[in-house]
């Protein structure tokens, strides 16, 4: 998202909420969708315990909530926060529980709420705020570095065979930008770039970031290969670079207003270079930077602690998640040297451990998309295992994390050519990326994601990693399941075989995050790959968030392969501040060794001008087809098209209708059993430079209900299939397997 964006969203939604002042019964619950969600509730058994709480606002922003949690049988347990949330410093009993809140001076209570603690809760304790500092107090500096990162010439064999190769490969990166990278100066980049996005204002942005990214890195390993060498080379260096990002201005073009993501890269690099330093760095340049980082941390600590609540009370902030970690980890790093890290820390760590997404569930997954997801995924390792060590508070550990890491498996498996779903779907994943983040898991799947992954972790986040890492203790590996649903972010995912890299992959999405953000209007659409190859894609490609491509195309239904109507009209992505209720779900979903079903709703999503819209997907293993069934109803008559959209030119037969697919080896063919439509051919925006896109649709004559059957039939083996009909349904038989379908 554009800076700026997000504070002035938060503003309208204030006076929107302002509006209506006097409280509901259930005030507890919003009815805006962007404010957070009142958890846990529904009777759900929870993935981790002590459970995080979570409640909207009072309108009357009490100082203060008292928060009441009675297990089934006991005697009720109140607390006071001074926030809408609340993060238990010790695990609950297993049991049956039910919670409410109320402002602390009135006894205004919420609905009651239900959650089940049991034996596959797992423990997750995050001590109180005063244990958690002295804790860090007591390790000096640094800190965030364990205790297996020592000096070179005291590795053992064992670690040189394992982190030798990582070390040459570290120190010959950062000899390399001595010369490569230059000295960066405020007068470099001159345009403004907080107001309304513009092209050029995103390429300054980008030389931003990369600037910044070279020069942070520069000082982060510079610093940690003193440690490990003690190479003068490396400490003169981390302290020229360091010099050089103290000298920019945190109020000009590298400021959070300006540039909110390279911004906190900044007072990050400075901090792990005190803190990695230690006594080596001279009194005056420590001071020099730390005046600094408090300056720039003050600005990001007020953007964070505002009257409306902030991201308490809107969690939807793609680069505020991130960088509300950030502040957790400078602020980790700073006490004792900056007197307002203890106010930094109290605001943001427990918050940050509490909520450290807001894009899915406590299953894992990440409704913005798989490129993002492993963004974050990054930014994991270069916050979360420096805080570990320094807080002994390990986020990997979190229950979330796990899932994180398992939707990944699910969604990008090994040999994996592209993301999945939303902004920069098209890019090819990092592998390395990720199997940096599955090796700080101690867990079979990790074991068998990690093996399989090529390539290597980046070395300045292993070489910081504790020795050996996590996945090492692990001696036997497991495969994860073919068929998967994550039902906070709809998302299915269908293999063949998850463990063979010649497999069939199929992504399904009807989601209840809708379009928002990063995400597209493209609920009940499906993907399709066979051994590394793109077959039925999403069409388009990321320029930049909110160009002229982004809005008109990429982010469009009709660039995905899923239902639109008369001439590509789809799910509606006007007015932001409503996309998320314009949204879908997986109604049902079921796995067998033989056969993945699965059945999205994406009505909401069409703002009202459909009425129903249904795909059901079947996807019949040993046959390695699917069968895809839409049912559309609308109040008034439409002409109901069926997209389809391919990385290479398809291939039309006029007299069955059937469109072949066909990227080098691999195929599809899209077999119609409805035969009351046409094939007709779509035009859409230029491809990126030096690929291939082409795009069609199968359409309806118009009317107020229309249905597509189709057949997507893998490797265009042309079974037979055969529609019969009976008093109860009807059945479709694909060559030796047949599937029931409603009337």
């Known amino acids: 998202m554009k800076l700026g964006t997000v504070p002035l969203l938060r503003t309208l939604l204030l006076l929107a909420c ?89 006894q205004e209570w919420s609905t009651p709420r239900t959650f089940v603690i049991d034996a596959t809760s797992k423990p997750f304790v995050v001590p109180d705020n005063a244990a958690l500092k002295a804790r860090i107090l007591a390790k000096g500096h640094p800190r965030a570095l ?284 990092v592998a390395t990326e990720l199997k940096g983040y599955a090796s700080r898991f101690a867990t079979p799947e990790a074991a068998w994601y990690v093996k399989n992954l090529v390539g290597d972790e980046d070395p300045l986040t292993v070489l910081q990693a504790p020795y050996p890492l996590p996945v090492a203790s692990v001696s036997k590996t497991a495969v994860p399941s073919n068929g998967a649903l994550y039902p906070s972010i709809g998302w299915v995912a269908m293999h063949s075989d998850i463990s063979d890299r010649a497999r069939t992959s199929a992504y399904f999405k009807s989601s209840p995050y809708g379009s928002y953000n990063h995400s597209h209007g493209d609920q009940n659409s499906l993907v399709i790959s066979s051994g590394g190859r793109r077959l039925l894609i999403e069409s388009g490609w990321y320029d930049w968030y909110g160009s002229p491509l982004w809005n008109d195309w990429y982010r469009q239904t009709k660039a995905h392969n899923a239902i639109t109507f008369d001439g590509g009209k789809g799910q509606a992505l006007d007015s932001y501040n409503v996309q998320l209720t314009r949204n879908g779900k997986i109604t049902s979903f079921a796995s067998t060794p033989g056969l993945d079903y699965a059945e999205g709703d994406a009505t909401a999503a069409y703002d009202g001008a459909l009425t129903t819209a249904r795909r059901q997907i079947w996807y019949l293993r040993a046959q390695d087809a699917f069968v895809v069934l839409d049912k559309l109803e609308a109040p008034l008559p439409h002409v109901f098209e069926w997209n389809m959209h391919a990385p290479a030119v398809m291939a039309v037969d006029a007299a069955t209708k059937v469109v072949k697919i066909t990227n080098v080896d691999r195929s599809l063919c899209i077999r119609p059993v409805t035969t009351d439509i046409t094939y007709a051919p779509r035009v859409g925006a230029p491809p990126k430079p030096g690929t291939v896109e082409d795009h069609g649709a199968y359409v309806r004559a118009s009317a107020k209900t229309g249905e597509f059957l189709i057949v997507l039939d893998v490797g265009c083996k042309n079974p037979k299939l055969t529609l019969t009909v009976n008093p109860t349904g009807r059945v479709l038989t694909v060559g030796a397997m047949s599937v029931t379908l409603p009337k």
């Open 18 to 106: 302002a509006v209506s002042a006097p409280s509901r019964a259930d005030w507890a619950a919003s009815t805006t969708a962007y404010v957070v969600r009142a958890q846990p509730t529904n009777s759900q058994i929870q993935a981790q315990n002590p459970p995080g709480f979570t409640w909207a606002m009072h309108s009357t922003k009490p100082a203060n909530y008292v928060i009441e949690i009675t297990q089934a049988g006991m005697a009720p347990q109140t607390y006071t926060v001074g926030r809408n949330w609340y993060l238990p410093s010790a695990t609950l009993a297993v049991g049956s529980y039910s919670w409410r809140v109320r402002p602390a001076l009135t």
């Open 146 to 429: 364990p205790p297996s990162v020592m000096p070179r010439n005291s590795w053992s064999a064992a670690m040189v065979a394992d982190r030798g190769t990582g070390l040459t490969d570290l120190m010959g990166g950062v000899q390399r930008r001595m010369t490569a990278v230059p000295v960066y100066k405020d007068s470099d980049w001159p345009l403004i770039t907080s107001g309304a996005a513009t092209a050029a204002g995103n390429v300054q942005v980008s030389n931003i970031r990369w600037a910044m990214m070279d020069v942070t890195r520069q000082v982060e390993a510079s610093s940690l290969l003193w440690r490990i060498t003690g190479d003068r080379v490396y400490l003169n260096e981390a302290i020229k670079r360091g010099n050089e990002l103290a000298a920019l201005s945190p109020y000009g073009p590298t400021s959070y207003e300006n540039d909110d993501q390279e911004a906190r890269l900044i007072p990050l690099a400075l901090m792990k270079c005190i803190d990695f330093l230690g006594n080596d760095l001279p009194v005056a340049t420590k001071t020099a930077w730390l005046k600094v980082v408090e300056q720039r941390m003050d600005v990001m600590y007020k953007a964070f602690n505002t009257p409306d609540g902030g991201l308490d009370q809107f969690p939807f902030d793609s680069h505020g998640a991130v960088a509300q970690g950030y502040l957790a980890l400078i602020s980790t790093l700073a006490l004792g040297d900056i007197p307002a890290a203890s106010t930094w820390f109290d605001f943001t760590f427990r918050a940050y451990i509490n909520s450290i997404s807001p894009w899915s569930g406590p299953e894992g997954g990440f409704a913005n998309g798989t490129s993002y997801a492993q963004h974050t995924a990054l930014a994991s390792l270069t916050l979360w295992q420096p805080l570990a060590v320094a807080t002994g508070v390990n986020l990997f550990d979190k229950p979330w994390s796990a899932g994180f890491l398992q939707s990944f498996m699910h969604f990008q498996p090994p040999g994996s050519v592209n993301h999945t779903f939303g902004d920069e779907q098209e890019t090819a994943p």
